[in-house]
């Protein structure tokens, strides 16, 4: 039987607001213990919106790719709430 390293310390979770707009971003664990980026975004009145599922190589790929959507994010106005 193979046990599964999960890393809780490492997972991080991100949200961002712009007028009635989010997105939210986290970097988790899945049951297989394989990184993935998980996204989520819309408007709080339409209710339209989407989400997203990335799986990454390892914790360094995932967290590249979080740091993109932190500059991606920041450079079309969103404001980091947490």
Do not use: P
Request: hydrophobic share 35%; glycine share 10%; with cysteine.
């Amino acid at each position: 039987m193979t046990q599964l390293n999960y890393d809780l310390t490492q997972w991080q979770e991100l949200f961002w607001q712009r007028g009635d707009r989010f997105y939210w971003c986290a970097l988790r664990q899945n049951l297989f213990g394989e990184w993935v980026l998980l996204r989520r975004w819309g408007g709080r009145r339409t209710g339209k919106g989407g989400q997203c599922e990335t799986c990454c190589a390892d914790f360094e790929e995932g967290n590249r790719l979080m740091q993109d959507v932190l500059k991606r994010r920041c450079s079309r106005g969103y404001v980091l709430i947490s």
